[in-house]
């Protein structure tokens, strides 16, 4: 079984900082594309940034020069830097991750983490 686990929302003032991260753990054979994804309230859940295993990144046009998505491979871990934060940021955020299990060695693109609230706000 894989789990992953996310850590780092809160509630931060328009211009400030934050940083998510995001724990992959379990039946992990080989993790190959990590990202973020964001959902505000009344919203599609929509891509932030994702990041291969060898490190390509790709954002979405409303966080490219604020956002940087990292990854740790030894580490299964992914983050998400943000600053110049804006309110339209306010979202919960989720993990995602592309991960093929020790067991059957198949591929899923399904993982998701719990989610963990970003508020941005005065």
């Known amino acids: 079984q894989v789990q992953l686990v996310e850590s780092g929302g809160g509630l931060v003032q328009p211009g400030g900082s934050l940083r998510l991260s995001c724990a992959a753990s379990?039946?992990?054979?080989?993790?190959?594309?990590m990202g973020w994804y964001r959902q505000a309230p009344g919203k599609q859940r929509e891509l932030v940034a994702t990041?291969?295993?060898?490190?390509?990144?790709n954002y979405a046009d409303s966080v490219k020069g604020r956002f940087t998505i990292s990854r740790d491979n030894a580490k299964n871990t992914v983050w998400l830097q943000m600053n110049s934060l804006k309110p339209e940021d306010t979202a919960v955020y989720y993990c995602?991750?592309?991960?093929?299990?020790?067991?059957?060695?198949?591929?899923?693109?399904?993982?998701w983490g719990q989610g963990t609230q970003v508020t941005v706000s005065l």
């Open positions: 379990g039946s992990i054979f080989n993790i190959y594309v």
């Open positions: 995602n991750a592309d991960i093929a299990d020790i067991v059957t060695l198949s591929r899923r693109g399904d993982y």
């Open positions: 990041i291969t295993r060898g490190g390509n990144t």
